[in-house]
């Protein structure tokens, strides 16, 4: 039997902090480098290729948190993924100072017309020659709809929306005949406007009459990347996408999760069970020797402060938890945010109680990610079971202080797990799509 290549992604944010809370302060951390700057992320993308990986991810939010305590000084106070610069600014930056490597770029539909987020789309895969996936989302936190002075919709309502906004993209992005382009400088004619079809859309949600601006792209449309956990977001993910990111505590929450994808790809949207790469998020802490792997890992988990980790607990499950006792189990309370990472915790002993303290100070390690520590070959072990026995494609690195953690990655994990074979010695495709879709 083939073994199956570990598709890797760095996963980040464009802010002080990314997924660990804390993370500012430990003393590793962004070392003569400011994350506002191109030079950081050129070091970070060229870090990344140099260690073969598919793409550097960018998560996002659109406002600080304030479900904690009805407001967002502890969000602010403690920097949880706050500052956090605009995403997409910083796409030309990584994808110019590399040549393979692609960028994930999460860009809310919620307060954007498809037309325009089309038009950005479609402009980053030219820049980049291939390289840019979308990460789907439609704004969760109320913090978001707040800061754009909009009333928060409903799950149900948001997902249907967001079918009609995907139908509207398709329509734009389809809508340039593969040779609509003339070119002809004797003539004068660029292009021909009976192949560059107009998109007429009446919809419940989105109006929209006009040629797409932007002619087709290396990729045609960037690699479509969803996260939704809910059973509606895994339906819309069964449908729409390309690649799922998603997390799972343990190996047998990500079988059961990737059975229950394949069978609603399968059964619902007839698509082949496998078609969707699925990448799992994990956290990986590496040293020479495991107990100086440990020792690392507890100076990473000290930084975390519990104020900081409530208030972005409160910001992702849509709950206040200033006013839960620390005390009270995380599997006794409903939460309206993000189900399926609420799940990452309530799993997070195997299915024992957890406290809302412990659930909060795990979550702000690294979002209920797995972590892996010891040495190269203990995190290489953990992988492939993850892959062969959670049915993962690849994984999603959360940083732990950067850019340290993805140079340590590349230059001890990485030639372990290409001396199993898990791993690219080089890139094939030329896209971004035709690398991740490699097996
Ligand atoms: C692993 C993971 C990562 C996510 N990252 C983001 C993100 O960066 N920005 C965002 O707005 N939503 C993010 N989300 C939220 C989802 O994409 C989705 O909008 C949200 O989970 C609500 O849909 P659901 O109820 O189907 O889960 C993430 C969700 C998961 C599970």
Known sequence: ?????????????????SHATGMWRHPKDKVGWNFARPAYWEHMARTMERGFFDAMFIADELAPYNTHANSSDETVRWAVQCPTHEPSTIVPIITGATTHLGVGVTLSTAFEHPYSMCRRLSSLDHLSGGRV????????????????????????ERYERLEEYMEVCYKLWDSWEPDAIIADKASGIYADPAKVHEVVHEGRYFRC?????????????????????????????????????????????????????????????????????????????????????KEKYERIVANIPLEGALAWISGHFGLDFSKIPLGEFVQNIEVPGIQGLFESIIYAKGGAPV????????????????????????????????????????????????????????????????????????YEGATLRDNLMET
């Open 209 to 293: 009459r006009g040629r797409h601006f932007v002619a087709p792209s290396p990729q045609g449309r960037p690699v479509m990347w969803q996260a939704g956990s809910s059973g509606r977001g895994r339906d819309f993910a069964a449908k729409h996408a390309e690649a799922i990111f998603a997390v799972h505590p343990n190996v047998d929450r990500m079988r059961q999760y990737a059975d229950d994808l394949n069978e609603r790809m399968h059964g619902k949207f007839d698509r082949p069970a496998g078609s969707v790469k699925l990448i799992y998020g994990l956290q990986t802490v590496v040293a020479e020797t495991r107990s100086e792997a």
């Open 1 to 17: 039997m083939t073994k199956k290549k570990a598709h890797l992604l760095g996963f980040i944010q464009h802010g002080v902090n």
């Open 133 to 156: 996936a979308w990460n789907i989302v439609s704004s969760y936190s109320k913090s978001e709809w707040e800061a754009y002075g909009a009333e928060m919709s409903e799950r149900t």
């Open 355 to 426: 406290t809302v303290r412990e659930a909060a100070l795990i979550y702000a390690q690294g979002m209920g990610m797995p972590v892996a520590v010891g040495t190269a070959a203990d995190i290489a072990d953990q992988m492939e079971t993850y892959m062969d026995v959670g049915g993962a494609d690849g994984f999603m690195l959360a940083a732990t202080y950067t850019p340290g953690c993805y140079e340590e990655f590349v230059d001890l994990v990485v030639p372990e797990l290409q001396r199993r074979g898990r791993l690219r010695t080089r």
